[in-house]
């Protein structure tokens, strides 16, 4: 069975920081490209940040000089380091495996950037 179990969400004030994880179960996770999607309110999923791999990342323009997604592949889990985070980033972080012609989601952890 493949799990994709997202952590590290919660409140923070603009121009904080927060690191989201998640961990993968049930794949190969070394051979899996992984990305990190978010869904705010009466908006459109839209991706955040990718990582393939072989470790070549992409970023959306707004995320880009702001976050950091990374992998680790001993561990099987993927992370998102958000720096300077604005009100705009307040969504619900999905993590995203692509593992051949498979397409797995996690549940989403929910992100608050407010004062």
């Known amino acids: 069975q493949v799990q994709l179990v997202e952590s590290g969400g919660g409140l923070v004030q603009p121009g904080g920081s927060l690191r989201l994880s998640c961990a993968v179960s049930?794949?190969?996770?070394?051979?899996?490209?992984m990305c990190w999607y978010r869904q705010a309110p009466g908006k459109q999923r839209e991706l955040v940040a990718s990582i393939n791999s072989g470790g070549s990342t992409d970023y959306a323009d707004s995320a880009k000089g702001r976050f950091t997604i990374s992998r680790d592949n001993a561990k099987k889990t993927v992370a998102l380091q958000m720096n300077s985070l604005k009100p705009e980033d307040t969504a619900v972080y999905y993590c995203?495996?692509?593992?051949?012609?498979?397409?797995?989601w996690g549940q989403g952890t929910e992100v608050t950037v407010s004062s």
């Open positions: 049930g794949i190969s996770f070394r051979i899996a490209a």
């Open positions: 995203n495996a692509l593992y051949g012609m498979y397409n797995y």
